[in-house]
């Protein structure tokens, strides 16, 4: 009987400390979700002072891992002594329990979205705001306008990107480059035409990008009423940086006669912003310098120089000579 008494004991013990355990934590959180810049892309990648341009930035919601909690629930039952068939059973107590695991989603709801800029950055699109939810891996992508002040500075300018939550526990404040650089590509004529009246009128144009980055939509313009052109415009495409091409053009007067010289521009595109280079004057062959007269003249007029120039040159030599002969023959 004592044996019973301390059986039934020991059970009303143990469903005493089962029934006090009510939460039981797994394991502590390993990792905290967060919001995280995946991609920044600036366009064009160098702005020339005055362009318009584009700041593209994509978030992910990437945490490495969710904490979970585990919870137990737990039902006591006591038996008391009684007999089945004949037999006797002692007093007893019975225990079930329920463990349950539940892991957060970890989602976020974006709540505004935004980029800040001082002068001579100026953002000229609105703000996002009231975004939704973005879940576990979930990623969106946002687009900005910006434009930068007309005589800009060449440099590298930075702009900030602020991103908050709906229960403002979230705060990102990430840093954006812009570069701004003031180079224009250069245009020149590579190969003079003797004349735009003859057959020698072909001559050659060369482009030249100086830019840290690539330009695009490349193309050389002929310019001028009195002359007829082949071809008309040459199409480049785009030019990479550092990159060099040229271009052949044929160049007739349309009446034999010319007082004006043609032009040849360049015009071209950074990003979406179309720009032109000042026009240069395709001379004829350029003349020689005259080492007797230090003036621009013709070929042939340099060479009638020349040869005046020597026979005035061998006149005095030989009157010299002639005094210097009649001299010695005197004496």
Same mark, same amino acid.
């Given at each position: 009987m004592k044996s019973m008494k301390l059986v039934g004991?020991? !059970?009303?013990?143990?469903?005493?400390?089962?029934?006090?355990?009510?939460?039981?934590?797994?394991?502590?959180?390993?990792? %905290?979700?967060?919001?995280?810049?995946?991609? %920044?892309?600036?366009?064009?990648?160098?702005?020339?002072? !005055?362009? #318009?341009g584009t700041v593209t930035v994509t978030l992910m919601n990437t945490p490495t891992s969710l904490g979970s909690s585990t919870s137990t629930s737990s039902d006591t039952y006591n038996f008391g002594p009684g007999s089945s068939n004949g037999l006797t059973t002692?007093?007893? #107590?019975?225990?079930? $329990? +329920?463990?349950?695991?539940?892991?957060? &989603?970890?989602?976020?709801?974006?709540?505004?979205?935004?980029?800040?800029?001082?002068?001579? *950055?100026?953002?000229?699109?609105?703000?996002?705001?009231?975004?939704?939810?973005? !879940?576990?891996?979930? $990623?969106?992508t946002f687009t900005f306008t910006i434009r930068v002040d007309n005589s800009t500075p060449d440099g590298i300018y930075k702009m900030t990107l602020k991103v908050r939550t709906? &229960?403002? !526990? @979230?705060?990102? &404040?990430?840093?954006?480059?812009?570069?701004?650089? $003031?180079?224009?590509?250069?245009?020149?004529?590579?190969?003079?035409?003797?004349?735009?009246?003859?057959?020698?009128?072909? *001559?050659?144009?060369?482009?030249?990008?100086?830019?840290?980055?690539?330009?695009?939509?490349?193309?050389?313009m002929a310019v001028g009423d009195d002359f007829i052109f082949a071809p008309q415009?040459?199409?480049?495409?785009? *030019?990479?940086?550092?990159?060099?091409?040229? $271009?052949?053009? +044929? @160049?007739?007067s349309k009446d034999g006669n010319y007082d004006s010289m043609p032009e040849f521009v360049l015009v071209y595109k950074n990003g979406d912003n179309?720009?032109?280079?000042?026009?240069?004057?395709?001379?004829?062959?350029?003349?020689?310098?005259?080492w007797w007269t230090s003036t621009t003249q013709s070929l042939a007029a340099n060479w009638l120089t020349y040869f005046i120039a020597g026979a005035v040159c061998a006149l005095i030599v030989a009157v010299f000579g002639a005094v210097v002969f009649r001299r010695q023959k005197t004496n």
């Open positions: 004991f020991m !059970g009303a013990f143990a469903a005493l400390m089962i029934s006090m355990m009510v939460l039981v934590p797994a394991h502590a959180d390993m990792a %905290v979700p967060s919001i995280a810049v995946t991609s %920044v892309q600036v366009s064009p990648a160098a702005l020339m002072p !005055g362009d #318009t002692p007093a007893h #107590t019975s225990v079930s $329990s +329920t463990v349950d695991t539940s892991t957060p &989603n970890g989602a976020y709801v974006l709540k505004q979205v935004q980029l800040l800029a001082d002068a001579p *950055l100026h953002v000229t699109s609105g703000d996002y705001s009231d975004i939704g939810s973005m !879940g576990v891996s979930d $990623s969106a709906d &229960n403002d !526990g @979230v705060y990102l &404040n990430y840093p954006i480059k812009v570069q701004v650089e $003031s180079d224009v590509p250069q245009i020149s004529i590579s190969q003079y035409a003797k004349a735009y009246n003859t057959s020698d009128n072909s *001559l050659s144009v060369d482009v030249f990008n100086p830019r840290d980055t690539a330009i695009s939509s490349v193309s050389i415009t040459s199409y480049v495409g785009p *030019l990479a940086a550092g990159a060099t091409y040229s $271009s052949d053009f +044929t @160049v007739t179309w720009h032109q280079t000042t026009a240069i004057v395709a001379d004829t062959l350029p003349p020689e310098i005259d």
